[in-house]
């Protein structure tokens, strides 16, 4: 009898923590996935928009995200709120202003689950890419995060296997920006797979040329 409950709760506990280590790889990548058909095409993915609706919702009461959100449920519930301004704000706007608004909500994702992605980071055996962005800044500082990280991201979609990637919005999480020394944004870090500190580029309008030359050096 003792067996039999251990193997219920066991399987349970499985079943939990591939859900909890899933279904935001699922929401990041549909985000990721608006944010670059923006960026190329300059067309708003309507579809795309609403299959990412439907991820955010069909968790939205579950346990889920009171356990993966980090420390409560209410942070998730604010990532909603902000998506549901967006989906309001973005009628009759064009595709860059949505562009504009649609990053701001990513960074707003990244925050949200910043701490466990932290954690899965830097206990990843892959040479990491460390992104530091901000949703608060001048313009001139937003439109460079906002170019760069579409470079990051199509980076990301193209060496997911290779590099493990982590993007912070430093004006809610700055202590690894602090902890490195890096006070500018747009910044990116590299570091190898035992977390040493291989490279730092900041604030430059080729970065990520220079990042790629480093790639390739390796």
Avoid at 18 to 29: G, K
Avoid at 105 to 121: A, D, G, I
Avoid at 175 to 202: A, C, R
Wanted: hydrophobic share 45%; with cysteine; aromatic share 14%.
């Amino acid at each position: 009898m003792k067996i039999t409950f251990y193997f219920i709760f066991l399987l349970v506990l499985y079943n939990s923590v591939f859900l909890y280590s899933q279904t935001p790889v699922e929401i990041e990548l549909k985000a990721e996935t608006i944010i670059l058909s923006m960026a190329d095409d300059n067309i708003f993915p309507e579809n795309d928009f609403l299959e990412l609706k439907n991820l955010l919702f069909s968790n939205a009461e579950g346990e889920f995200w009171c356990t993966y959100s980090n420390p409560e449920s209410a942070a998730f519930n604010e990532l909603i709120k902000h998506f549901l301004d967006i989906e309001t704000n973005k009628i009759g706007a064009n595709t860059d202003s949505v562009l504009i608004l649609f990053v701001d909500w990513y960074l707003h994702l990244q925050r949200t689950f910043y701490y466990p992605n932290r954690e899965s980071l830097f206990n990843s055996s892959k040479l990491k890419i460390l992104f530091f962005s901000t949703s608060v800044s001048c313009h001139c500082t937003l439109e460079m995060c906002k170019k760069q990280l579409v470079d990051i991201l199509k980076l990301k979609r193209e060496n997911n296997n290779d590099y493990s990637f982590l993007i912070i919005d430093v004006f809610w999480n700055n202590e690894l920006q602090m902890e490195y020394k890096s006070l500018f944004v747009p910044s990116v870090l590299v570091f190898d797979d035992e977390n040493h500190l291989q490279l730092k580029i900041e604030y430059e309008e080729k970065m990520i040329d220079r990042l790629m030359q480093h790639l390739i050096k390796i």
